[in-house]
C-alpha cells in the first residue's frame, strides 16, 4: 500500500517507520527532521529495533496515495485539510488526540474518513530517531460506524506491517472512551509534570477520576453509550499501562509548547449541555490555558 503520513512527530513517525517496513511510506516533515531523514532514514528504537528508509517531503501539495494518516496536533487539522485536498487519496485515517478532527476532515475532503486510537508509546528522541516507549493497539474504523471495504483493506495493511490491529464498528463510542481518558491523564499529568502512573494515587486521582466521569456523562447527552464506570476502567487501564510514559500534553507542556487542550477538555465543555454540569474539566482547561498565554504559545 502507498501511504503518505502527514505529521512527522513522535507518533506519526512511528506509525510511518512501523508501516514502511511492509510498505511504500512518504513521511511529510519539517524541513529541519526532512533534512536528517532523507540522509539517515529513521530509526526505531525502545521496543523496536529497526532502521527504514521511507521517502520524504516538506509539501503534500498534489501528493496522491492509497492512505494518508494525519498526526498533527488538533489545532493544526484545518491547515492538514487544506493541504490534503490538493491531492488524491483513496482514504484519510485521523490518529489525532481530542474530538472534531475527522469532522474537519470531512468538511474539506471527498474520500472516506476513518477514525483511529493509538496506544502505543512513542518519543521522538531527536530527529531521525523515534522510541517505542510501549507497545499497544491501533483501533480504527469509519467515523461514524460500521464496517466497509476500505476498513478492512486499511486494517490488513496495519496487520502486514506487524502492528497489532483491531478494525472496530464503535468508533464514535470508542473515541469518546478515548477523550474521556485524556481528559483525566493529560492535563493532570502535564500540570504536575508527572507520567501517567500518577493519576493512579491520591491526590491527582481525584480531579482526573472526576474529569472521567464527566466526559462520560457529556457522551451520554450526546448520544453516545458511555457508562462513567467504563470510561474509568479504561482511564486505569491506560494509566496502569502506560504507567512510565509521558503524556502527549505533558511533553507539550515541558518542550514550551501549545498543548491539545482545546480538542480534549475544552471540546468536553463545547459539547457539555447546560443540563450537565462540567466543573472538573472546565478548571483543568482553564489552567493549562492559561499557561499558554503565560509561556506566549496561545
Known sequence: MDIVVFGAGSLGSL??????????????????????LRDGGLRLTGEFDDHVTPAVTTDITGLSADLAIVAVKAFDTPSAAAELATGSFDAVL????????ETLLADRLECPILAGTVSYGALLEEPGVVACTGRGTVVLGARSGGRTPIVEG?????????IETTVATDMPRRLWEKLAVNAGI??????TGTSNG????DPAADPARTATRETARVARANGISLSEQAAL?????????TAANTSSMAQDVRAGQRTEIDAINGYVLEQAPD????????????????????AGVR
Not at 15 to 36: C, D, I, M, S, Y
Not at 233 to 241: D, F, G
Open 186 to 191: 493529560n492535563p493532570v499529568t502535564a500540570l
Open 198 to 201: 500518577a493519576i493512579l494515587e
Open 94 to 101: 485521523s490518529v489525532q488526540n481530542g474530538m472534531g478532527n
Open 154 to 162: 486499511v486494517g490488513t495493511a496495519f496487520e502486514a506491517a506487524g
Open 15 to 36: 506509525l510511518g517507520g512501523l508501516l514502511a517496513r511492509e510498505h511504500e511510506v512518504t513521511l511529510v516533515a519539517r524541513p529541519a527532521q526532512a533534512r536528517t
Open 233 to 241: 476502567t479504561a482511564l486505569e487501564r491506560v494509566a496502569t499501562e
Open 275 to 294: 443540563s450537565v454540569a462540567v466543573p472538573a474539566n472546565r478548571h483543568l482547561a482553564a489552567l493549562v490555558r492559561t499557561w499558554e498565554a503565560g
